[in-house]
């Protein structure tokens, strides 16, 4: 005789979870962790990781070896782990598991926040110099990188300023001056565009990704919102900036471009710029290495409204920096070779290594024979001094993600008012700012 | 010693089957036991590596999503303590009256009307073809099964090009392609990925068909022509009730599948789709559990999708058994 | 004309991949037209299916991108094995699938002999606790893997100290569970009548077990291990997460590391990127060729015959 299948199978699911219940309660109780107090001052071997791109592998390997040469008992060892999508996700879980190394020179300022909140990371300002060596390095821009109670749990490393890429030759089929090209304000660039386009030279005039990721708003408003509005970040002191008549124009800007096809809204599996789908590109130094053999290219800054000179234009820095996490037992090793690989001399590989420029005060004229030999680099180390960082807030990443759905919904799709979804926006993200 | 054939075998799921099995085995054990342990303990030793498997693999974290979906809580390293309180039931209450939540339910729901039905009838008749001794019979089965076997993340680049605005689908349809295309259209997004899914998932489903026809008996097919049925209603009477389990369990991994969607929205709709159209809660618990940092609402949204889908795949057993009661 | 009448001779449904025509039948003119349809059908569908494969290899095999329409039937100029040249420049290959096939190999293992035993006990023998096993194996299909993820990370990374090992890749695929319910399916299939018998003469279950229902229960086993294989060689995130040292990872995730890095150095990056999912997915479809020539009818019938 078969009992009534409901109530067999709600005891049957009662008694499953109870049994995962009792096993929670048991693995709960069974962790333990924390650091020695001793830990910052320890010295011994640490671990790190860096990004798995090309040169920047070259640059750490360097760096590891000339370290491990002069300090055979701290020796260092290194992982790479890939810059991609899914890098966050991976350091956000080993912070859980306690298993990340002592530094990863691949931290994302925007995660900085999540990971802070997670008590991973560790307060660099608590060593007797670091707050005065960040701030002597990095100079002005150094505060940008502060947490909210005013200490550095992060290393401002290197910066990569977007600028705008145009294809020279693909200009010259349009009949657009490539030496010169209007690009300055909205209306100049939107009449480039539209004779680029309409000329067939390419289909595209600029392909930002309209893709729905957090991070796609750093490529298409957020430099010109930096230029526009004089170097002020999405949210500052707990409430959004970009709700202004700025932020506005840049917002109408980008929206006649989507509805006048001088974008794509699809996903481009490739390289728009390198494989002459769109004549221009927002992208920042690291781009030319990519693009020496490919494109025949020129650069200049982002456009702004009212023609700002290039001089005094912002833009968005696409910084990566480095962290010490919660992990680290040999924190006095960590700190000592954080300051060895960002010192003058290994700023300057990384800069003949990778072409990105390092968060360092008046790189045009340390490195003044490095720019001599390498002329292409030297606007992007002028524009370096003019950058704005992701801001430091809680909440940073869902505050992205409301501002990219905001976005597509509106600029790109048309799906929506501009002025509307922008305010919006604004509450919304107004109210994740000032949670703690 | 020779036992009777019988023309249909019973098989060990019907009542009747299970009324008298295992009769005979528990005759020399004492009632003790057999209350305690069952009529045949033997199974708990048998079973018990793979019920230790899943206590220990997968009871902790299940567990602890629930647990996560009744507090305010976040992953923090280890050694740090930080209160969790415990929020009753508001997670659930953000999770359920959160109008983009509710849309990805929706949109999954679109995704299981299109996709699950298709996916029964093609690979069932795509199986009974293949399984007839026809030619090429290796290349066809190949050509279905290959698809299932490629990585999602190559074989989407593949789909955004053929069904960009420029692609090959709307070179061919020309006008009638619609505007704006495919992967971008608010109202296609989400056929297009169950298109996909479908394409893509296809050969494993045909296998389980493959295999389930092979323990059709053959004699059933002789004496359903011998009395006179033609391809068809041999097809309804013989070959559908034959797979039924088959069917069953088609249909019980295309309602998970569907419902877990999370690559081919991420990759095929560039996280989300045009203005959220393709949007799916697996999605939304990436989204808000790792990449935010908010486990406790992704907990919630996962507690209730997997309710939700114990409830679908209870409703469709209930279905399957009844008819052929 | 009457109805067509199919009748089935000695020597049907044989293992036979050339080309001959096995079903030797009396047909009438009308059946001959719909069998002819049906195969122009599953060969259109067959071009279908398979032309995003087609044209993943074709992609592959360009020196420069093109991505007209008219590239997905290239000149012979544009062909090049460079890609493939270039995946094993950049990495080691034969280490990564070394290491999915040790990943892939340990769950195969676990899936088919833990899982048989756990299928055959859920299906056939009455135990304490027979009920709520099966309602986990459900819940373990249901659940999505991005629920358990962190606290599995955790779990096994941390309390297990597995991270960076074989065994920590492995363990939470070890037994896959949409295998056990397909062998439990399968027992609950076969004809009670053997079982019967076996228990008539007094073997125990154990001895039931390795006479009666391992024999029989080969055709699950294929295709257990068809289905079960995939998951695991295709799998990229659990990995990723689990293993930092290069040596140590998957080609899935060896990979994806590539593509992101592959974009600056390569003059056809697309191109590389397919060549390496090609090189992924051929043990797959080989596997499946090997094994697919098994699914032939058996005559369970001959089985209760005496």
Known sequence: MRPSRPSRRYRHGLAAAVLAGAIVVLTACGSSGGGSPDAASAHGPIKIWYSNNEQEIAWGKQVVDAWNTAHPTEQVTAEQIPTGKSSEDVIGAAITAGTEPCLIYNTSPAAVPGFQKQGGLIDLSSFPDGTSYIETRTGALAKQYASTDGHYYQMPWKSNPVMIFYNKDLLTKAGVDPTKPPLATYDEFLATAKKIVDSGAAPYAIYPAPSSEFYQSWFDFYPLFAAASGGKQLVADGKSQFNTPEGLAVANFWQQIYAQKLAGNETYTGDAFADGKAAMAIVGPWAIAVYKDKVNWGVAPVPTATGMKADQIHTFSDAKNVGMYASCTNQGTAWDFLKFSTSQEQDGQLLTLTGQMPLRTDVPATYADYFAKNPDYKLFAEQAARTVEVPNTANSVEIWQTFRDAWTSAVIFGKSGVQQAMTDAATKIDQLASQK | ?325 | MTAPRIQAQPGDEQDDDRSVPVVVATVTQGSRWRRWLVMGALFTGAVVFLFPFYYMIVASLQRSPNTSVGGAFPSLGNLTLDNYAQINASLNLWQSLLNSGIFTGGVLLGTLVFGVLGGYALAMLHFRGRGVLFSAMLLVLVVPFQLSMIPLYVLIARDYGLGDTYLGMILPFAINSTAVFIFRQYFLQLPSELFDAARIDGAGELRTLWSIALPLVRPALLTAVLLTFIGPWNEFLWPFLITKQQAKQPLAVSLANYISTVQASTVNPYGAILAGAVVLAVPAVALFLLFQRHFVSTDLGSGVKG
């Not at chain 2, 020779?2 to 528990?26: F, I, K, L, Y």
């Not at chain 2, 976040?74 to 359920?96: E, I, Q, R, S, W």
């Not at chain 2, 989204?287 to 406790?296: D, E, H, L, N, R």
């Open chain 2, 1 to 325: 010693m020779t036992t009777s054939a019988t023309r249909s075998p019973v098989p060990r799921d019907h009542p009747a089957a299970q009324a008298a099995g295992g009769a005979g085995g528990g005759q020399h054990r004492t009632p003790l036991v057999t209350r305690l342990f069952g009529r045949q303990p033997i199974g708990m030793l048998l079973a018990a590596p793979y019920a230790v498997f899943i206590a220990v693999i997968f009871a902790y974290p299940i567990g602890f999503a629930v647990y996560m979906s009744f507090t305010d809580y976040y992953f923090t390293a280890p050694g740090v303590t930080v209160p969790h309180p415990f929020v009753g039931f508001d997670n659930y209450k953000t999770v359920l009256t959160d109008p983009a939540v509710l849309a990805s339910f929706g949109h999954v729901g679109i995704f299981l009307i299109l996709n699950v039905p298709l996916t029964v009838a093609l690979s069932l008749g795509l199986a009974v073809a293949l399984n007839r001794a026809i030619h090429f019979r290796t290349f066809f089965r190949a050509a279905y099964y290959v698809p299932y076997v490629t990585a999602s993340v190559a074989v989407v680049a593949v789909w955004l090009f053929l069904f960009s605005s420029t692609g090959l689908v709307n070179q061919i349809l020309g006008p009638l392609a619609p505007d704006p295309s495919w992967l971008v259209n608010s109202v296609w997004a989400m056929p297009m990925i169950a298109l996909f899914v479908t394409w893509k998932q296809l050969g494993f489903f045909i296998l389980l068909y493959l295999a389930a026809l092979q323990n059709v008996p053959k004699e059933l097919y002789e004496s359903a022509s011998v009395d006179g049925a033609g391809a068809w209603r041999s097809f309804r009477s013989v070959t559908v009730p034959g797979v039924r389990q088959a069917t069953a369990l088609v249909l019980l991994l295309a309602i998970v599948t569907g419902a877990n969607l999370f690559t081919e929205p991420y990759l095929l709709t560039g996280g989300g789709g045009p203005d959220g159209a393709s949007t799916t809660p697996v999605l939304l618990m990436y989204q808000q559990g790792i990449q935010q940092g908010k486990p406790s609402t992704a907990s919630a949204i996962g507690v209730v999708l997997v309710i939700l889908v114990l409830i679908v795949a209870l409703v469709n057993r209930r279905l399957t058994e009844r008819s052929e009661r």
